[in-house]
């Protein structure tokens, strides 16, 4: 993801960590499926606190890829709050 959110600030730099030949719009794609595949690897864990703690990552990671597909620079504080909060008292 950060390859994406950081994208117009490394080619500026002359620096661009994209495969050659990708769009941005191919990333997305790349970012959202390999997403799932790591929500469902999750959904065969345990449930402990080490499955708790890969959720967490996973929520904020498909939060941090939306706001990024609606142009927003990230996540913002309450955003992260939020999502932690709604984790915890669901």
Known sequence: MNMLRNRSEDIKREVDHFPS????????????????????????????PYRYFVEI?????????????????KLSRNDVLNILQQFLYQ
């Open 57 to 73: 990552q996973l929520l904020l990671s498909d939060a941090t890829l939306n706001a990024l597909a609606h142009l927003e620079e």
């Open 21 to 48: 030949g990708w769009r941005e719009t191919y990333m997305f794609t790349y970012a959202w499926d390999y997403l799932d595949k790591a929500k469902a690897a999750a959904e065969t864990m345990p449930a402990d």
